[in-house]
């Protein structure tokens, strides 16, 4: 009685903790995101015990080793970076790379059943509902006051993050909603079935009043993602097309409802086919592209192991006066690409474990045939070709969280079981 008692409250207890973190992240208080991550760490730790817990991590050392490797190579470039400060602060800021594989690693695996599973997606869904409604009224409330309809758009909607890395987190949840829809529609109860799929196409007008070109993108691919799931896996053809006409008419009436959504996909457009480069504007293509060819050259000069962990702002940004594409007292920049951001700082060595990491949500998600880890794996893959999301926490936690908890709870720890 007692050990069922224990279960009971540290399965309540980690569960408060896990949406403690995901209501966080998608809030103004997202600095506290490390505290619950680390509470986390120590409750399953303490559950655990030990014993218990040295046993899974040897089981799951060589996963816990792969997530975790990119930490170690961060770690490794302090060695011959001049810059030691902002080197440990880019250390520090990858440290969840380390604690979620830890965390999830040795999480164990009859904790959770497929009901406490459905729990936590299904709140997260609520969650992420209950965060772009805030962001929605907030611009109703501004909106009122100085009769500005540019609070509904970009910057001034999620006032609290960045677009793009809300944007993460949007999608997220419309991949959630995907994949129960698809693959647990029986258990999920009609009426929150209907309530879920009704939140849809609210969050692809929220997508469009973000105005994150990267976001909108991802959202496509995965619609594209579940009909090739349901088609070739499910060998359900007519769901498929259900699916595909379901989103082409969400997709014409976000553009409807929001007329001003496509401007930045337009001036996108106009700037690749004019070859502008727009020299002070983080948004624009053309200087995206401008930034990705200096960052090659920058990666030349030092291709094995890079210019080091905390070189790599001050390093990039010389080549960029050095081409012209800043002055002395302008703003720094960074790579606008993870990939190319990691190459700067580590060389092909920090790249390929980079690229692994990646990689192996993919092949693994394909293996199991499991929509949601697949899901993960394009909306990081793309993210971060076109943004250097792992520069900031949000980036950092959402990769990190959702690959360790989709893996080792939802997919390995179905399988232990």
Request: glycine share 6%; aromatic share 16%.
């Amino acid at each position: 009685m007692k050990d069922l008692q224990r279960i009971s409250i540290y399965k309540n207890l980690i569960i408060f903790l896990i949406l403690g973190f995901l209501l966080l992240s998608i809030s103004p208080f997202w600095h506290l995101l490390p505290p619950i991550a680390i509470l986390t760490f120590i409750a399953v730790l303490s559950f655990n015990g030990g014993k218990q817990s040295l046993i899974n991590l040897n089981k799951n050392k060589i996963y816990i080793l792969l997530f975790s490797s990119l930490f170690f190579v961060y770690l490794l470039g302090m060695i011959y970076t001049n810059n030691k400060d902002d080197g440990w602060l880019d250390v520090m800021l990858k440290t969840s790379f380390l604690l979620f594989p830890l965390t999830y690693g040795i999480f164990p695996s009859d904790l959770f059943d497929g009901k406490d599973i459905r729990k936590i997606l299904n709140s997260y869904v609520f969650i992420l509902f209950g965060s772009t409604l805030f962001c929605f009224l907030n611009a109703v409330l501004s909106y009122q006051s100085h009769s500005d309809s540019s609070v509904f758009y970009y910057t001034k909607f999620v006032f609290f993050q960045h677009p793009s890395y809300y944007g993460l987190y949007v999608n997220m949840g419309i991949l959630i909603i995907l994949n129960q829809w698809i693959k647990e529609k029986e258990s999920m109860g009609k009426s929150n079935r209907i309530l879920q799929l009704t939140l849809l196409p609210w969050f692809v007008i929220i997508l469009f009043l973000v105005q994150s070109k990267a976001a909108i993108l991802t959202s496509v691919f995965l619609v594209l993602l579940t009909i090739f799931d349901v088609a070739f896996f499910r060998k359900d053809i007519k769901k498929g097309v259900t699916i595909l006409v379901s989103f082409i008419v969400i997709f014409l009436a976000a553009l409807f409802i929001v007329p001003n959504s496509s401007d930045r996909f337009d001036s996108a457009t106009q700037s690749l086919e004019q070859n502008e480069q727009v020299e002070n504007s983080k948004e624009s293509t053309a200087a995206r592209l401008s930034l990705w060819k200096i960052a090659f050259k920058t990666i030349a000069k030092k291709p094995i192991i890079g210019a080091g962990t905390g070189d790599v702002e001050e390093v990039y940004n010389q080549e960029l006066k050095t081409e012209g594409f800043i002055k002395d007292g302008e703003m720094t920049y960074n790579a606008h690409s993870q990939y190319l951001q990691t190459a700067i700082a580590l060389g092909s060595l920090g790249l390929l474990i980079l690229l692994s990491i990646v990689i192996f949500p993919f092949i693994s998600g394909f293996r199991e045939r499991n929509l949601l880890y697949l899901g993960l794996a394009v909306i990081i893959s793309f993210n971060i070709l076109v943004e250097s999301m792992l520069e900031r926490q949000a980036g950092v936690m959402f990769f990190t969280f959702f690959n360790s908890f989709i893996f080792f709870v939802l997919m390995k720890g179905k399988a232990d079981d």
